[in-house]
């Protein structure tokens, strides 16, 4: 089965997807799109995905969209290198996981840190942007417990739940290196120094296979 993925370099989303099929070895043919022709939304890409965002995994038998659905997807398609578990138990922990990441610490990265930053309006209100870092730290918190005790966040084998949480958590020291960042003493640029184990674990996930693949293309200028 050949597979188209539509991508944006950046795009924690489709990083993820990307990821995914490095992981498992899964071949696709790359469908690169830049800002302006996503925001265009012209109506052949709104037949791939009604809602004019990506990724969008291209396949067969039609399109899928929304990352987690698709790194499901693929997981049922290519089994042999399994990102959801192997028995009942594993399975349900890890979307517990991924539940609790896309639930509770998804939003707080992206809306309140990665967005007004990268968009130039944090400065408008320091105080929330300290406020929304310190909660960062908090929310952070689970993932450090756990991986003290774990290599991965589901237990010692890399999931669905690493690659779905690293993109947006590596986003975050990105836009934190910014000068407005650093002049709001947000902190966030080097989250290894408070979190050792989230640190670690960061370094291991850099040398997973596909990790190099998958690396937004702009960010190596």
């Known amino acids: 089965m050949d597979y188209e993925l539509f991508w944006v370099s950046g795009s924690p989303y489709a990083w993820r997807v ?3 099929l490095g992981y498992k070895g899964v071949p696709y043919i790359s469908r690169r799109m830049d800002s302006a022709q996503l925001a265009d939304r012209s109506p052949a890409f709104l037949e791939l995905n009604p809602r ?13 969209y929304e990352s987690v659905a698709i790194i499901a997807f693929l997981d049922r398609a290519h089994p042999a ?5 192997q028995t009942a138990q594993e399975h349900g922990r890890i979307w517990q996981r991924v539940s609790e990441f896309e639930n509770y610490m998804r939003d707080l990265f992206a809306l ?11 400065k408008d ?3 929330a942007m300290r406020a929304s870092a310190s909660r960062a730290y908090d929310a952070l918190g689970w ?3 756990a991986l003290a005790v774990a290599h991965y966040l589901a237990g010692d084998d890399l999931t669905a739940t690493d690659i779905i949480a690293l993109p947006n958590i590596q986003m975050l020291p990105r836009v934190a290196a910014r000068p ?3 002049e709001m003493a947000l902190s966030l640029e080097d989250l290894g120094a408070r979190l050792p184990a989230l640190g670690a674990w960061l370094s ?8 190099d693949a998958a690396y937004p293309p702009h960010w190596r200028s």
């Open 204 to 211: 291991r996930m850099e040398t997973m296979r596909g990790y």
């Open 125 to 127: 209100d320091p105080d």
């Open 143 to 145: 993932m450090e417990r």
């Open 112 to 122: 309140e840190i990665v967005r007004p930053l990268l968009r130039g309006n944090a």
């Open 18 to 20: 990307q990821l995914a």
């Open 81 to 85: 290198v399994p990102l959801f578990g």
């Open 180 to 182: 407005e960042a650093i």
């Open 52 to 64: 004019g965002k990506v990724p969008v995994l291209k396949t067969g038998h039609g399109t899928i």
